[in-house]
């Protein structure tokens, strides 16, 4: 069976993976300002709900991209949902994709992988959505976006990738970006500042207990980034185009794992079928399907966290909150849909140290909010990160 390491050369995935590059950065610029604000400044301090609502929203990306695509070109719906089919029954039982049409869609294990991925990914987001009560919103950008080097790790350790001087070395950098504008003095700065603008600043409670609640969900969405990328990724990875490894097909069971050999990923042999599908159809389709998972799943602890007092249940008292509650979907949608499609295109490694530019953002939305001051530190961490992006991206092309 032919491997992964073929002779395409390796792409950043052209215009269209740029783009969705910019728009995940502004999504989670966007997300994370209007949650902070949502729960401070509004006082709608309802986490769990507010998770609830982002990630069941994430069930009309696919629908939304089946719309565009059936409004913007010529592709059948059939035809459309009959490749995905065989690409997924691919991915879950290793048969070849050309002869797969006939066969039935492994329901039972689908369930089973998007239930698992639900989990696996709603943990650090609901962690995420805890911490921006606690700490500064910078604070919670920076350390969330430092799952950079955990996925760094991760992707040695469970992708058999090759340690790289120069890839550790960004990683490292972009870390130490992320050290020196949490502890470069922006937060002595932000009171300055507010008060300079007459700008009433909301004063987070426990920094230290949002800062260490953001950490775990760092770790934990560092590792979710690689097990995304080594199970249900297509082949189209640039990272380990130029590497040779071995994936395997997504276990439905320990059984499975312990009877079958590990084998080379049943889409290398299914790149005709890939390749006609249009660009980020197949993660939106994941993405969707978390979103609905979410949606029919992940209610119940709203019950059980209302009938204990821990969050009880209200909706928004205002129209402000309302539309500031719809743009946190909204801003999801972009953010999560668009970031994994990326990392199918980019791998784990480049897609969440460029992520971190979102700090650069998230810099300049607090100054225009008045909520930080301007400081050496800030501007050395954000050209630190913005370095380390610009040296993967380097090693991208010449990989």
């Known amino acids: 069976m032919a491997s992964r390491q073929s002779s395409v050369a390796p792409r950043l995935g052209g215009k269209t993976a740029l783009v969705t590059f910019v728009a995940v950065i502004f999504g989670f610029v966007g997300e994370t300002q209007l949650t902070q604000y949502v729960q401070t400044t509004l006082g709608y301090q309802h986490s769990f709900f507010l998770f609830y609502l982002a990630h069941s929203s994430f069930a009309l990306s696919f629908p939304l991209h089946i719309g565009y695509l059936l409004l913007t070109t010529h592709h059948s719906p059939r035809a459309l949902m009959s490749d995905l089919s065989s690409i997924i029954t691919a991915q879950l039982t290793s048969r070849d994709p050309k002869i797969i049409h006939s066969s039935p869609f492994p329901l039972s294990r689908f369930l089973v992988v998007i239930l ?109 980034q690689v097990l995304y990328k080594k199970y249900a990724a297509l082949s189209s990875d640039v990272e380990l185009a130029a590497e040779p490894t071995q994936y395997t097909h997504i276990p439905a069971s320990a059984e499975q794992v312990n009877d079958e050999e590990i084998v080379s990923s049943p889409l290398a042999a299914c790149n005709e079928v890939t390749h006609s599908l249009p660009f980020g159809l197949h993660p939106n389709f994941l993405t969707a399907s978390i979103g609905v998972c ?106």
């Open 294 to 399: 979410t949606l029919f799943v992940l209610w119940i602890p709203l019950v059980v966290l209302h009938y204990y007092g821990i969050e009880e249940f209200a909706l928004p008292s205002n129209m402000t909150t309302f539309f500031a509650i719809a743009g946190i979907c909204a801003t999801g949608v972009i953010f999560n849909a668009g970031f994994m499609i990326l990392l199918g295109v980019w791998g784990p490694i480049v897609t969440s140290v460029g992520s971190l530019l979102t700090i650069v953002l998230t810099l300049i939305s607090d100054l225009m909010l008045g909520s930080v001051g301007l400081t050496a530190g800030g501007l050395l961490g954000a050209g630190m990160i913005v370095g380390a992006f610009a040296v993967l991206a380097f090693d991208m092309f010449q990989s």
């Open 116 to 224: 698992v991925m639900t989990a696996v990914y709603s943990i650090p987001s609901l962690l995420w959505f805890i911490a921006v009560v606690y700490a500064p919103v910078t604070d919670v950008t920076a350390i969330w976006n430092a799952n950079a080097f955990f996925a760094y790790v991760f992707s040695v350790k469970l992708l058999n990738l090759k340690w790289s001087l120069i890839r550790m070395c960004a990683v490292c950098l972009a870390t130490a970006g992320v050290l020196t504008i949490v502890y470069g003095d922006s937060r002595s700065s932000a009171t300055t500042a507010a008060l300079a603008r007459g700008v009433t600043v909301a004063q987070t409670p426990a920094p230290l207990f949002g800062d260490i609640i953001t950490l775990v969900a760092s770790v934990i969405y560092g590792l979710y």
